[in-house]
């Protein structure tokens, strides 16, 4: 009787442990999207690589020795086209100047009781008029080339720089010796000095022509054309005046001058 009610036992429990297994088994495990990304393995971050110079965003400010060099540059190539312009307009004024005294030789030579043959008197006429149309298209070339010199300098002031007033522009691109500075100097000088000297000619001429012209028409009773020929004549001789004293001081100059060049070695003729 034991031995049936122990199998029946031992039969029963078997048959309870079974149904538990089936049912551990048939149940699985639910996992969660929260749960996923939290036990799943993080990609380890690489090292960054160093990026070139060229592709950086940030730009380096300008050096304050390149800004300068620029601006010395600016200050160089305008100082060669002022330089430039200067010569071109003392040109015009020197070859205007120098056909007007040409002007009153030829008049003087025509207007003096010398006997010459009518064919000259004609040629001298006819030199006479074509002078005095190249004078005027010089005096007006001048006139033109004093503006734009003039519109050079107010470039440079409103730019802040300064005019080189010892060199040529050719020079002041090559550059040169002391030697050479001082000669280049001189002969700016002696032609400073001669073209004033020039200039107080064509003064002179004007004002004798001007006081022969009031002689002449002291007796006409006009009045008022006398009296602009006087207020001319006085313009003139201020003007003269000027110039006889810049014609000293530029011998002051070229003596001064002459003394630095003889003090480190260098004559000058």
Not at 98 to 111: G, W, Y
Not at 149 to 156: K, N, P, Q, R, T
Not at 195 to 214: G, H, K, P, W, Y
């Amino acid at each position: 009787m034991m031995s049936i009610q122990f199998k029946l036992a031992v039969l029963l429990f078997g048959v309870l442990l079974s149904g538990a297994a089936s049912a551990l088994a048939q149940q699985s495990p639910v996992i969660t999207e929260k749960e996923l990304l939290r036990i799943a393995p993080r990609p380890k971050s690489e090292p960054r690589a160093n990026l070139p110079a060229a592709a950086k965003v940030a730009v380096e400010p300008e050096s304050a020795t390149t800004a300068e060099e620029r601006r010395r540059n600016a200050e160089m190539a305008w100082s060669i086209r002022l330089r430039i312009a200067q010569e071109r307009a003392r040109d015009l004024e020197r070859r205007a100047d120098a056909t007007e005294l040409e002007i009153n030789r030829l008049q003087n030579r025509l207007f003096s009781g010398e006997p010459r043959p009518s064919k000259t008197q004609v040629e001298w006429i006819a030199n006479i008029g074509e002078l005095t149309r190249e004078l005027r298209r010089l005096r007006g070339e001048a006139q033109i080339a004093r503006a734009q010199v003039e519109e050079l300098l107010d470039e440079g002031v409103a730019a802040g720089f300064r005019a080189y007033a010892t060199t040529t522009a050719l020079q002041l691109q090559e550059g040169m010796s002391a030697g050479q500075y001082y000669r280049t100097r001189d002969g700016e000088l002696k032609t400073e000095l001669s073209d004033t000297e020039r200039r107080a000619e064509v003064m002179q001429l004007r004002i004798n022509d001007l006081s022969r012209r009031i002689l002449l028409n002291s007796g006409s009773g006009d009045e008022f054309y006398n009296a602009r020929l006087r207020d001319r004549k006085t313009d003139l001789e201020v003007e003269l005046s000027a110039l006889l004293t810049r014609e000293e001081y530029t011998n002051r100059k070229l003596d001064e001058l002459r003394r630095q060049a003889r003090a480190v070695g260098i004559y000058l003729n």
